[in-house]
């Protein structure tokens, strides 16, 4: 299994909400990320967890809140978003970064996020 | 800032071999060549990576010059599914993945 979930597909929130992204996997990786897409851009880089701790914050805002509650789960809170956040938001999950030969990134389909 | 330098776009008809060319002078000894890709409204999909020798897989070859300061993403007979945004990234084992623009593939038939 090489799948990477996200929960919701596509998600519209007012600038006073709060709300949460999920994502899991199942393939015993030990290191998951946040990626911020606007359209026609490649991802960048939010978050990343290694063995469940935060090991980058790429200098996003605090109303982002990421949150990796075991190995298999990740979730991203948000709250008092604005309209430019506006964006799909993609998870990845690679294997222990401990290894050698490279660890590539499996990413999840998204999550389309409209802030209104 | 992204290592790599791609052309933005790139055209192939069906059933002809997709060459897609990356130039990464800059990459030092224990940086990978990784290739993504990016079908449109999707998460990017692993394809292939490698140090300093060819690689083969199910999806793709991947061609790294002697030097090592470009390498070439070949998928040998394109189909329709597999216009996309490709993404040549050069990252160590422990590197965060930077993507850069990439090039946009479009397979015609």
């Known amino acids: 299994d090489t799948e990477v979930t996200q929960t919701p597909k596509h998600l519209v929130m007012g600038m006073t909400n709060k709300k949460s992204l999920k994502c899991e996997q199942h393939?015993?990786?030990?290191?998951m990320y946040w990626y911020k897409q606007k359209a026609k851009k490649p991802p960048e880089l939010m978050f990343v967890y290694s063995y469940e701790k935060l090991s980058i914050n790429e200098s996003v805002p605090s109303r982002f809140s990421p949150e990796c509650p075991n190995s298999s789960l990740l979730n991203l809170h948000l709250h008092a978003l604005q309209p430019e956040d506006s964006a799909l938001y993609l998870c990845?999950?690679?294997?222990?970064?401990?290894?050698?030969?490279?660890?590539?990134?499996?990413f999840g389909p998204g999550t389309r996020l409209t802030v209104t | 800032d992204a290592k790599t330098t791609q052309p933005p776009s790139m055209d192939c008809a069906e059933g002809r071999a997709a060459n897609l060319p990356c130039n990464h002078s800059t990459i030092s000894g224990n940086e990978y060549v990784y290739w993504y890709r990016q079908i449109h409204s999707q998460g990017p999909q692993y394809i292939i990576h490698g140090l300093k020798n060819n690689e083969t897989n199910e999806m793709a070859s991947l061609i790294i010059t002697e030097d090592r300061k470009s390498s070439t993403l070949i998928l040998p007979h394109a189909t329709l599914r597999d216009t996309a945004v490709y993404y040549c990234i050069v990252k160590t084992s422990y590197d965060k993945v930077i993507f850069g623009p990439g090039t946009s593939l479009s397979v015609i038939p």
């Open positions: 393939m015993g990786h030990r290191a």
């Open positions: 990845a999950s690679s294997q222990d970064p401990g290894l050698a030969g490279g660890r590539e990134q499996y």
